[in-house]
Structures are given as C-alpha cells and as structure tokens.
C-alpha cells in the first residue's frame, strides 16, 4: 500500500528557506505516469496547491508561489523535495505531500496524501 | 485562475438526513469532447489530512460509500450525503483539475445537529 511520510524542520526563521522532503513508500516515483505534488493548508484555513513535479522533469508551479518554490525528486531514494524560499508568517502551515494522478491525458485529482507537517515560520 | 467556491460554509443536519454541499466554479471545468468535469472532492476529518472521494465530479473512489454521490457539469456541481452518519462529520472540498493552478475550494463544514 503506498504510503507518504513528510519531514522536516518545524520551525523557520522569517526570510529564512522552507525545506521539507516526502518519502515515499510501498510504490516508486517513477512508477507510471503519475505526478507528485505539494499542497498546504494554512492554520484553520483551506488547500492550496504548491507544486507537482514528475520523474521526467516535467513540473507544474503555482504562479502565486513562483519564483520562490522549487520542487525536486530522487528517484534513487523513492523522495521528492520542497523548498521554499524567504517565507514569512503567511507560509505557515500544514504542509501535505501526495500523488497525483495522470489519467485520460491530464494531470488529475490527489489520490494519496501524507499525514501532513506543521511548518511555522517565527524568528 | 480558477476560483471554486463552495456553499454554505457550514451546515448541520441530523443523523439519517441528506446533506448537500455546493460548488461553482468561475469558468467552466466540463469539456464537451470527452464529456468529463474536471472536478474532485475530499473530505478532511479534524486532524487528518484529506480524502479523495470523488473524481471526475461523479465517481466514487474505491470504498467510499455509496451514501456519497456527486453530480453536476459546467460551473455548478454538488456533493450530496444521503443519509449523514456520525463518521461523516467532516469539512468538504471541491477541487478543480481542469486547469493549472489547479484550485480548491474554501471547504464546507458538515456537523450533526
């Protein structure tokens, strides 16, 4: 059963870079066609979708969030990364890592989501 | 961008009656050449993270019961619980797919009244 495990630094200083990696287990992430992303979710607020990245290079961005994310994936380690440059209050968040699907020709719904890292960003 | 949103923000209903949850969407999430909507829903208990329910904005992912069922095309879609039970206690999300940035809704909060 596939499984998805987030880790990484609870606490970020302000301007400081967010890094947090998913493990993924029980499946590869260079198995099929399926892409692997990043959503967060404020405290006691909604989703919102950061990145997706698949095991050929291609990756999809969140304009909103551009120029400060970058996502990367070993394919080696069964992990791929997040990292997120010069946070502030408004990054912190639940931090979820999980499958996307490819399906039908189009990069779909999140079926497999990781419990999810609370990150704070407080000097 | 996209922008869902979802209505009402919350809602209570008894145990055993419908819920209904409601999701429009700023444009259209339907493509008329494959007849699919490009639409997903979770639910997302306290302390979890989200659960895909529903793809293709009337699927039911495997072993989701069939009390949940979903409907609609174009802009306007809904969740619709047809006998609310406890474990249903729960916020609801819409998310569209159809296009990047792919965007959720502001979620819609079912309890027990």
């Known amino acids: 059963q596939l499984q998805l495990q987030e880790s990484g630094p609870g606490l970020v200083k302000p301007s400081g870079t967010l890094s947090l990696t998913c493990s993924v287990s029980g499946g590869s992430v260079s198995d099929g066609s399926d892409f692997w992303g990043w959503i967060r979710q404020p405290p006691g607020k909604g989703l919102e979708w950061i990145s997706s990245i698949h095991y050929s290079g291609s990756i999809y961005y969140n304009p909103s969030l551009r120029g400060r994310v970058i996502t990367a994936l070993d394919t080696s380690k069964h992990q791929f990364f997040l990292n997120l440059t010069s946070v502030t209050d408004a990054d912190t968040a639940v931090y979820y890592c999980a499958r996307q699907l490819f399906t039908s020709g189009w990069t779909a719904w999140f079926q497999h989501w990781g419990q999810g890292t609370q990150v704070a960003v407080s000097s | 961008d996209i922008m869902m949103t979802q209505s009402p923000d919350s809602l209570a209903v008894s145990l055993g009656e419908r819920a209904t949850i409601n999701c429009k969407s700023s444009q259209t999430v339907s493509r008329s050449s494959n007849n699919k909507n490009y639409l997903a829903w979770y639910q997302q208990k306290a302390g979890q993270p989200p659960k895909l329910l529903i793809y293709?904005?009337?699927t039911r992912e495997s072993g989701v019961p069939d009390r949940f069922s979903g409907s609609g095309s174009g802009t306007d879609f809904t969740l619709t619980i047809s006998s609310l039970q406890a474990e249903d206690v729960a916020v609801y999300y819409c998310q569209q797919f159809y296009s990047t940035p792919w965007t959720f809704g502001q979620g819609t909060k079912v309890e027990i009244k």
């Open positions: 293709w904005a009337a």
